[in-house]
């Protein structure tokens, strides 16, 4: 961290940007080998060098600092999945790649990063910002695969998409929320197929 | 609780039923008051008026205390849907009622007797004799209705029985499981209607 900018030379503008990833790179650094929920500010002020005065104009709280970094690493799932899903041809093969794809990178997420996960964990518990989009997207995902099967034909089109969508999301949500996954790990590996064959069976036309 | 029965006559054969019976009644009350991980074994003797040796006798441990308690709870619950389930006609109307009736009485016991569910939720995420029980006996019931409604040909049978059985409870489990549910009391109303109408969906011929 370079104490100068923090000190001397106030930035502002769209350098600003800067400074905010800045703080929230070296906070996450941080959290990721003291916790989120044992920090304070002032020690996370210490430890990367910008004074604590100087966070609080980038960030009005903690909790604002950690939202950004829960939303990376919620985001950055995301976009790994998407990816996966695009390669499927077909609905049905996108459906399983996707239930698997979202409970492996939440794992490895566990696994690798427990800290971090402890941060996404508490923000499932709290309902904060990031975790509700989270959860807005993975639904937007079912979505998009349900109507692309219906166009298809190869899922039933009578019961209403809203109702579908929830309910796979339901079935799909203890493997995927990092708060209930960690409850279900031993069984995040046999879980995402058996599941993806029954919500398939219920999609059947 | 009678101290001379613990003091002056050791009751033996038969009979230590009884004491069993009366020492279990005592600890779940003790512990529905101070809460069962708090609580020691001296504790536990001191208020219900038995001497630790003589609790011994009958339970070798706490926990041993507390698996009788948390069989008792459990065992209360499957009772109730068992009875709830065969008022119902078809599989279809009996899945939904299971469901529901499940769901509804792991709720009721969180909100009637937290302590009690506590021991609930620590048996389970300790993997205890009675929570492994409990998750086979609802297994059993899901197969039965499964066969009864292959029979009927009101569900499919392409499925292997197993694969579907435990896909199903698969399905249910975040909402009847105690240390799970607590995190999905939320969605306690809408989730069994919403999921039991997806699993119908897959049963369908």
Redesign the interface.
């Given at each position: 961290m370079n104490k100068s900018i923090s000190k001397a030379t106030p930035l502002r503008g769209p350098a600003d940007h800067n400074v905010r990833t800045q703080i929230v790179e070296a906070a996450e650094e941080h959290f990721s080998h003291y916790g989120y929920e044992k920090t304070t500010v002032s020690d996370l002020a210490k430890s990367i060098g910008f004074s604590k005065a100087y966070i609080y104009k980038f960030f009005e709280s903690k909790q604002a600092i950690g939202e950004v970094i829960c939303g990376n690493c919620l985001n950055s799932i995301i976009t790994g999945v998407k990816d996966e899903v695009e390669k499927a041809s077909s609905p049905s093969i996108k459906f399983r790649h996707f239930f698997k794809k979202m409970v492996a990178s939440s794992v490895e997420l566990f696994f690798q990063d427990r800290k971090l996960y402890e941060i996404a964990a508490f923000a499932a518990?709290e309902n904060w910002a990031p975790t509700i989009s989270y959860g807005k997207e993975v639904k937007q995902i079912i979505e998009t695969l349900v109507r692309e099967g219906r166009e298809t034909g190869e899922f039933?089109r009578k019961?209403p998409i809203d109702?579908?969508v929830?309910?796979?999301y339901?079935?799909m949500?203890?493997f995927i929320n990092p708060?209930?996954l960690q409850?279900?790990l031993d069984?995040a590996e046999e879980?995402p197929s058996?599941?993806s064959?029954?919500?398939l069976?219920?999609?059947?036309p």
């Open positions: 518990s039933e019961t109702e579908t929830d309910a796979i339901l079935v949500r203890p708060l209930l409850y279900n069984l879980a058996l599941l064959a029954l919500v069976r219920s999609l059947a």
